[in-house]
């Protein structure tokens, strides 16, 4: 839809992917700023809090794999659940150097279905398609998020050429 209401006007297979990727980015950052004024959370930090509350025990290198975040963004995350008595650290036994996580009482509380999050509307999309299909979006969306991870990740690699504007 454009500002009128009106269908938007094709622009290609690519471009239009592309927008709907940034709506859903839009729509992702949007609600999670409601969900930080509501319930105190943005959605990234409820996502680790579930994921802890799921997995006790488990370290902050394995919660950024299954976040798929880079270890210095959920370090900012855990930071603020930490401080906010949600999550805390305890040392592995059999490595000092490694810390594992696990939710306070204070975050225990938090690790329920609230509605009006994230998850509570993905969750309801879902609900209404077939396992098949959400197994393919879902397989798509990890396909083009490799694929752009890979992209950012690998120097010199991203077939940009920088460009100098004309006449300097």
Do not use: N
Not at 14 to 26: E, K, S
Not at 64 to 90: M, N
């Amino acid at each position: 839809m454009d500002a009128t209401g009106a269908p938007a006007e094709p622009l290609g297979k690519v471009l239009d992917f592309m927008r709907l990727i940034w709506a859903l980015d839009h729509g992702l950052q949007s609600l999670s700023k409601r969900m930080q004024a509501s319930i105190g959370l943005t959605g990234p930090q409820r996502v680790a809090l579930r994921v802890v509350g799921r997995r006790p025990g488990i370290s902050a290198g394995a919660l950024a794999d299954v976040l798929r975040l880079h270890p210095s963004t959920l370090t900012g995350i855990l930071h603020r659940l930490e401080r906010r008595g949600f999550v805390r650290r305890t040392h592995d036994p059999g490595d000092r150097r490694r810390a594992r996580l696990a939710l306070t009482a204070s975050g225990r509380r938090l690790d329920l279905p609230v509605p009006g999050t994230v998850e509570a509307v993905v969750g309801r999309i879902l609900a209404r398609y077939p396992k098949d299909h959400v197994r393919a979006a879902a397989e798509l969306l990890e396909t083009v998020a490799e694929g752009l991870l890979e992209a950012a990740t690998r120097p010199g690699k991203s077939g940009l050429k920088r460009r100098t504007p004309a006449g300097i």
